[in-house]
Structure formats: structure tokens, C-alpha cells
């Protein structure tokens, strides 16, 4: 039904596919999976050009990966955002220890793989003719079929409807590449596309899917004070298995309570997924025995947020610490 899809498709990504990808041209499950699980939410020029090596460098293989404590994993995730992938990611090396499992359905048990992501780690490292369905994937499947609105089961129906099993790997390499560079958000290039012919949504792309109404963020506004001694820093790590679990950083405390002998430093924002957060940052002078003070190296050396991150950023621009 789709022979003459399959052809240009084919001819498509031989020509304009991004085959230097390193995880494209690797044959390790563990730098396939790595890559997946780094994509998720995250844009491949970022995962390449800030991640994706020093992290392998860290932890070359699953089994090293597995041997890494999880401060030292969050402390290389650090400023990728989404830290539950990172602690998944651990959690998985530890259950799997030398090798991961060969199918997406035993896949599709461990911490942190989707179906999708089962999928595409079946499919590129052990050739499972499965079909994948990441953002841009979906975006095609909406646009090709013409659908507004469905269930990801609905939408898990048309990806194998319109799945290619004799020609699996490059078929799912083609279309993520097409979603990112053809089938764009907004400014879809349906000209150079090779669905063009068959699209049943090609005269009004932005139609498909349906655009959901944008929920305005709640803005969270905190103060954070930054407790020292001297040259030293007093830094906490976070249980709260919500957000940023595991992660280190300042003390927390909402904005209607502080102290009369905190000195104010200056303001930091952030956006988060769900809320906007502002906060005061304070300093205080302390010889508080029940603190545990790190120098600036050994601050460094642990996982902080972003948020924190700015927060250390602006207290090192107004203090005398350096």
C-alpha cells in the first residue's frame, strides 16, 4: 500500500539523513539506550555538543555505570534537566549490570523506558522491527493521516499502519529525522517532503494535531539563604522524591519568613515544567556546628541544580568568598 512511500523515503535518508550521529554509527546497546534516554526532552545539538562524550567518558560502559554512585551520576546529568532520567538511567545499569535485555518487551520493565524508548533500543541495537513514536513521529502520523485528536493507543495503531517491517532501522531513523528537519512545528517544508504525495494533511498542516491550550505557570516565589563560614558553604541534598531528588543546593524557604540579620544579596528566576520560580538570596555569617560546610571545590564537585547553580553564581559576583 505504501511501496512508493517506502521508496522515497529510502532515497530521502540515503541523501539528507544525519548518518554521523554517534549513535548512529555505534554498535554498543548501552551508547544506543544512553542516547535515547538523553533525548528525551532534550535537543540533539545540546545532547552532542554538552553531554553525550563526557558522560561515555565517565561511564564507558553499562557495568561502569552500574559501579558510579548516584551522586557521581547526577553530578554528570548536571544542567541536562529531568534529573528522574539520570537516577532511572542508574537504577536500570544496576538491575542490568554487563548487558541490557535484547527485546522491548523485557526492556519495557526497566526504570525509565517507555514503550517508545523500548522500541527504538529494540530496533537500533537488536534490529526488533518495531515502530517508534517520539514527538516528531507523532507530529507526522497527526499530518499524514489527517488526525486532530486520538489516544496514543489510536496513535500507536496508525505508526504500525504505516510502518516499513521489512526496512525497520532506517525507517525509524528517517522519520525522526523528518520530524526535525522537514516536518517542523510550525513552519512545516512539506515541498521537500517525501510523505508529500500521500499526506493527507498537507494543505493545512497546522491543523494536525489539535493545539492544546497552554496552561498559564504558577510563579513559586521562595527566598534562599546561603549559610557560610568563613570560606566555606553549607549546601543540603534533597530528599524530596518530587524534584530535583538527590540533587544539592541551598536552603529553601518561603518567601514570607526571614531573618533580621540576613544580608540580601540580589534575585534569581527559573522556569521549571510546571512553575516560574523567583527567589531572594540571602547570606548569613554562622558558626552553626550542626551545618556541614564544603569549600567552593567541594561544592563544585556535587550535582546542583540549575537553580542553584545561579544562586552560587550570584553569591560568588557579591561576595568576598573568592
Not at 10 to 36: C, D, M, Q
Not at 198 to 204: L, N, R, S, T, V
Amino acid at each position: 500500500m505504501y511501496k512508493k512511500i517506502y521508496d522515497k523515503l529510502s532515497t530521502w535518508y540515503v541523501k539528507n539523513g544525519r548518518h554521523s550521529l554517534p549513535w548512529r554509527i555505534s554498535n554498543s546497546a548501552y551508547e544506543i539506550y544512553l542516547s535515547e534516554i538523553m533525548l528525551q526532552q532534550t535537543q540533539v545539538k545540546t545532547v552532542l555538543e554538552r553531554f553525550y562524550f563526557p558522560f561515555l567518558e565517565k561511564f564507558p560502559t553499562l557495568e561502569a555505570l552500574s559501579m558510579g554512585s548516584e551522586d557521581e551520576v547526577l553530578k554528570q546529568w548536571e544542567g541536562l534537566g529531568y534529573y528522574a532520567r539520570a537516577r532511572n538511567l542508574h537504577k536500570t545499569a544496576q538491575l542490568s549490570i554487563s548487558a541490557l535485555p535484547t527485546s522491548a518487551l523485557e526492556l519495557e520493565k526497566l526504570p525509565g523506558i517507555g514503550k517508545s524508548t523500548a522500541h527504538a533500543v529494540a530496533c537500533f541495537a537488536f534490529n526488533e522491527a518495531l515502530p517508534i513514536m517520539d514527538a516528531n513521529v507523532k507530529r507526522i502520523l497527526y499530518r499524514f493521516f489527517a488526525i486532530q485528536k486520538c489516544s496514543d493507543k489510536e496513535l500507536w495503531n496508525y505508526a504500525y499502519k504505516l510502518f516499513d517491517e521489512q526496512n525497520a532501522y532506517d525507517y525509524n531513523q528517517a522519520m525522526m529525522d523528518i520530524g526535525s528537519l522537514i516536518c517542523l512545528h510550525k513552519k512545516p517544508l512539506c515541498e521537500a517532503c517525501p510523505f508529500e504525495s500521500q499526506c493527507q494533511g498537507k494543505d493545512e498542516p497546522l491543523l494536525y494535531p489539535t493545539k492544546k491550550i497552554k496552561k498559564t505557570k504558577p510563579v513559586r516565589e521562595k527566598n534562599i539563604l546561603i549559610q557560610r563560614t568563613g570560606k566555606k558553604l553549607a549546601i543540603f541534598q534533597n530528599r524530596d522524591k518530587k524534584l530535583l531528588h538527590g540533587l544539592w543546593g541551598f536552603e529553601q524557604f518561603d518567601s514570607d519568613f526571614k531573618e533580621d540579620d540576613w544580608d540580601y544579596m540580589g534575585e534569581i528566576s527559573h522556569h521549571y515544567t510546571h512553575f516560574h520560580l523567583k527567589a531572594k538570596v540571602y547570606q548569613l555569617d554562622t558558626q552553626n556546628a550542626d551545618l556541614e560546610f564544603y569549600t567552593l571545590c567541594e561544592v563544585d564537585e556535587r550535582a546542583l541544580s540549575t537553580a542553584d547553580k545561579k544562586v552560587l553564581e550570584l553569591f560568588i559576583s557579591k561576595s568576598d568568598i573568592l
